[in-house]
C-alpha cells in the first residue's frame, strides 16, 4: 500500500497531486528569496525547495520560513553539518542526492530528521548516481533506480521512514523508464520530474511528455517541471500538464481555437492576455476565447464563459444562457469586465 508521507502539512501519497518549483535566488539574499516564493504562492505552488549551499544559507532558512505561507524544502549536497543547520532552521524537509554523503554524514542526517520528524527526498540524477549502482548497471535507468533504492533502505536501516523518491534524467525516455520501474518497487510517494529539461518550448515540451506521460499511468505524486526560466512558469506549466491529464479541475483554464481564415480580430493576443489574467485562478472554470461569432460558440460548448470575435460584434456566452451580441469595439473591456465577476 502506498505510503502517504506529510511535507509541513502537505500530504503526498493522498489527495490531489501537488505542485512543486525550487528558488533560484540565493537563500541568503532573504528579501529576494522571499519575494521570489511569495510569486510562486501566487502562482499555486504547494512547496517550494532552496538551494542551502553554506551556513548563511542555512541560518536564512528561518528568516524565509517566518514570510512565506508553503513547505520550504531545504536542497542539500555533501554536508551533513548544513542538513542539520538547515533542519534546526525549519526546514520541512531535506532533498539529499545518493552519493553525496558518506555512510557517517548519512547517518547523522538519519538522526536529525527522525528527531525533527521531517520527511527527506532521495533524489537520484543521471548525472549523481551512487558509485556501486553504477558500476552495476552503467548509466541507465535501472542504475538510477537502484542507487534511489540502496540509499532509501540505508535511510529507512536508520530508522528514516518518511522518504519521497525521484530518479530523473534529461532523458525524456530514461526518465520514465526508471520511474515505472521504481513505482514496481516502492511504496514510497514520488517526486516526479525531468532534469535539465532546457528552457522554451522545449523545456515545456520535454517536462510535458516526460511528467504526463508518468502521470496518466498514475505515477507520481508530486510533480516539478525544471525549467531555465522563472520558476513562476515551472508552476503554471505544471499545473497545465495536470490538467491536461485530466488530474486537476480546480484552477480556471483557457481553451482558445487555432484560429484560421474566419478570425477577424485579434484572437491569439486575448487568448494571451485572458490566460495571463487567470494564472493561479483557483476555481474551477473554463474559459474560451474564440476565433469567430460562427463556429466559436458551438465549439465551446462546455465553456462557461466565452467570447466569440468578429469584425463588427463579438458574442460573449455564459453557460446555459443565449449569447449577448457587443460591439467589437469595447468588446473585450466588456469581457475582462464579465470574467472579473466570475472569477471573484
Ligand atoms: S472557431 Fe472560427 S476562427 Fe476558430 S478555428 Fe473554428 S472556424 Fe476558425
Known sequence: ?????????????????????????KTSGVEKCVAQILR?????????????????????LSLVKERVHIPVIADIHFSARLAELAVEAGADKLRINP??????????????????????????????????AEARYGRGAEALVASALEEAAALEKLGVEDLVLSVKASSVPVTAEAYAL??????????????EAGGGLMGIVKGSVGIGALLLRGIGDTVRVSLS????????????????????????????CPTCGRCEYDCMGLARRVQ??????KKPLKIAVM???VNGPGEAKDADLGIAGGREFCLIFERGKEPQRVPSEGAEAAFFAWLEEWIG
Not at 553525496?100 to 554524514?105: G, P, Y
Not at 495571463?276 to 485562478?281: C, F, H, Q, S
Open 99 to 132: 552519493g553525496n554523503l558518506r555512510a557517517s554524514d548519512l547517518r547523522r542526517v538519519a538522526d536529525c530528521v527522525r528527531r525533527h520528524h521531517i520527511p527527506v527526498r532521495v533524489g537520484a540524477n543521471l548525472g549523481s548516481l551512487e558509485r556501486g
Open 276 to 281: 495571463e489574467r487567470v494564472i493561479g485562478v
Open 291 to 293: 476565433g469567430c461569432v
Open 40 to 60: 510562486l504562492e501566487e502562482a499555486g505552488c504547494d512547496l517550494v525547495r532552496v538551494a542551502v549551499l553554506d551556513e548563511e544559507d542555512a541560518r536564512a
Open 182 to 195: 521504481l513505482a514496481e518497487k516502492t511504496e514510497h510517494p514520488l517526486h516526479v520530474g525531468v532534469t
Open 229 to 256: 526560466e522563472d520558476p513562476v512558469l515551472e508552476v503554471t506549466a505544471a499545473h497545465a500538464i495536470l490538467r491536461a491529464c485530466g488530474l486537476e479541475r480546480e484552477f480556471a483554464e483557457v481553451i482558445s
Open 1 to 25: 500500500m502506498k505510503r502517504v508521507v506529510s511535507v509541513g502539512g502537505v500530504r503526498l501519497g493522498e489527495g490531489r497531486i501537488k505542485v512543486q518549483s525550487m528558488t533560484t535566488e
